[in-house]
């Protein structure tokens, strides 16, 4: 995981003697990890064993290759299966992404406590991470993927939200859900009722994914979900040694700075419209909580993985900071 996302590509080639092997794409990872796989499992269990490839006679097909099998990067071989050089999709202005023309619902109208004191002049989706605010660059991501509707739920300065994107001329739409109250990051959503005919996207609006949202649409849908959270893989070292106490008060065991691997919810959501018909009016409650009684009744609820470095939150000052920091070096 650490070598894609040091590459910025989504691909890695496993060519010991620089031949090549086998290749892991980050598709493979996904998969191997929703199957119960492990970070700390060896690569060989995630990658795939049947890479395509070209020889350098063939390199001309390249192109038809990238295209028909929807990948983002071809070996060039010698003869002895050597890699020679490798052909990317972008490099042919080939884009292999998958489309999500669906609706995208901002929850909008918190206060940004955590942001002070610089949402006690401006609110959080307004706040300048480089030269757009937060709200325009979590669009500009939804955009690449198809997305043209998008639905802003606002509360705290609304009239400054709905000001600026009323000025910006866009090739999408923004409308507007007024909370009068402060509902909760789910319960806005009852506002939405009649409004809500397909699948839509459901994002905080302080955090930022590179991720594929078309593949996380075709994922939810084919997983028959009623909701699918985007989650972030977080590796953690304990910076001291660990001791587990036992039922008489001796040691159990001591472990000297475990290392600790987990999922964290990124904020961002793929849902049914049925959800928002369910809410109940006025309800105040945190997505969480709403997914955590569909998921209690049964309902089909599941989790998209991502890598930690794809997920950007700049719910406080250090990771706004953060965020900051790293789309300067990605321009």
Request: aromatic share 10%; glycine share 10%.
């Amino acid at each position: 995981m650490k070598k894609l996302d040091e590459t910025g590509q989504r691909i890695l080639f496993i060519a010991p003697g620089g031949k090549l092997q086998a290749v892991l794409t980050d598709g493979d990872l996904r998969k191997f990890l929703l199957r119960g796989g492990t970070l700390t499992a060896p690569v060989s269990q995630a990658a795939n064993y049947h890479p395509k490839s070209l020889t350098v006679s063939e390199r001309g097909r390249a192109r038809k290759m990238l295209k028909d099998c929807g990948i983002d990067a071809v070996p060039i071989l010698d003869l002895k299966g050597s890699i020679t050089d490798i052909v990317f999709a972008h490099g042919l202005d080939i884009d292999n992404r998958k489309q999500a023309p669906i609706p995208v619902v901002i929850m909008a109208g918190g206060l940004g406590t955590r942001l002070y004191p610089y949402t006690k002049i401006l609110p959080k989706p307004l706040i300048p991470v480089g030269e757009h605010p937060i709200a325009e660059l979590i669009i500009d991501r939804f955009r690449d993927f198809g997305c043209r509707q998008f639905t802003m739920i606002v509360n705290y300065k609304k009239n400054m939200i709905k000001s600026y994107f009323g000025d910006l001329e866009t090739d999408y739409t923004v409308d507007f859900a007024d909370e009068e109250v402060f509902m909760g990051t789910g319960g806005g959503l009852c506002l939405l009722k009649g409004r809500m005919n397909s699948t839509f996207f459901f994002t905080n609006c302080d955090v930022l994914l590179d991720a594929d949202f078309g593949d996380i649409y075709a994922y939810h849908k084919r997983q028959d979900n009623l909701i699918t959270m985007v989650c972030a893989f977080k590796h953690y070292t304990v910076p001291y040694g660990v001791v587990e106490l036992g039922p008489d008060g001796g040691i159990a065991a001591m472990k000297e700075k475990p290392e600790l691997n987990f999922l964290t919810n990124t904020g961002v959501y793929v849902v049914e419209p049925r959800v928002v018909e369910e809410m109940n009016d006025g309800e105040k409650i945190g997505f969480p909580d709403v997914i955590e009684r569909y998921r209690a009744a049964g309902e089909k609820v599941g989790v998209y993985p991502i890598s930690e470095s794809s997920w950007m939150d700049m719910g406080q000052m250090e990771e706004l900071e953060k965020m900051r920091r790293k789309l300067e070096e990605q321009t």
